[in-house]
């Protein structure tokens, strides 16, 4: 079973700038989830799709961040302006059902200068 | 707020010696937990999972232990070895179906 892919790996930019990460979750995965992971801390949860559907959004920073799940499969997460809090890794997860554990992609990591 | 977290930030073990990962969570509600590895430049990988309904439960040398009454929770990593050296998260599920982290706790195996 392929896993869930993100892209790019890396990406670096300036403060003010925007950038977007894509996420391609495990085949049949009805539900994906967005998590940044500031350096030395947990991930946090940032949003969470059902199908194409938020189920929750409350942790996103609504004025800069958007995410979308077109079509119910792949997803893409988007900041603009970027600030530098947010170099951190962007990870995303998905899983089979809800009330089960998460396989992790292995994340974009975010500098921003 | 709701948090998961932990007591000791490290843990250096000699190799072939036990590991146990130490976590407490604050959420009475939650009922279902998750210990995760996450090695360098990489997502966090599942190790082992465990119910509200269950105190103890056994994968392939880890054992996850589960103490409701002091919301508490353990990994115990059997015979440690270098592979095992990353940060190990437990994490915590409750209403919502969405997985709270803890902070980590980084494993150094030496050799």
């Known amino acids: 079973e392929a896993g869930v892919a993100q892209s790019p790996r890396y990406k670096i930019i300036e403060k003010r700038q925007s950038v977007a990460f894509w996420c391609n979750p495990i085949?049949?995965?009805?539900?994906l989830y967005w998590y940044q992971q500031i350096l030395g801390q947990g991930p946090k949860l940032l949003i969470q799709f059902q199908n194409n559907g938020v189920v929750d959004d409350s942790q996103l920073p609504k004025d800069r961040f958007s995410a979308e799940r077109l079509k119910g499969v792949d997803s893409t997460l988007k900041i603009q302006p970027a600030k530098l809090e947010d170099s951190a890794v962007y990870l995303c997860?998905?899983?089979?059902?809800?009330?089960?554990?998460?396989?992790f992609g292995s994340g974009t990591r975010l500098t921003v200068v | 707020g709701e948090s998961v977290g932990l007591h000791l930030p490290t843990l250096s073990v000699q190799e072939g010696d036990n590991s146990i990962i130490n976590c407490a969570y604050s959420n009475s509600a939650s009922d279902y937990f998750i210990w995760y590895k996450q090695e360098s430049g990489k997502g966090p990988q599942f190790i082992i999972d465990i119910r509200s309904n269950m105190d103890k439960r056994q994968g392939q040398r880890v054992t996850v232990l589960l103490n409701k009454t002091v919301k508490h929770l353990s990994l115990q990593i059997a015979a440690t070895q270098p592979g095992d050296s990353a940060v190990y998260f437990c994490a915590e599920m409750g209403a919502g179906n969405m997985l709270t982290f803890g902070g980590g706790t980084r494993l150094m195996v030496k050799p």
């Open positions: 997860a998905s899983s089979q059902q809800q009330g089960y554990g998460y396989t």
């Open positions: 085949s049949g995965h009805a539900t």
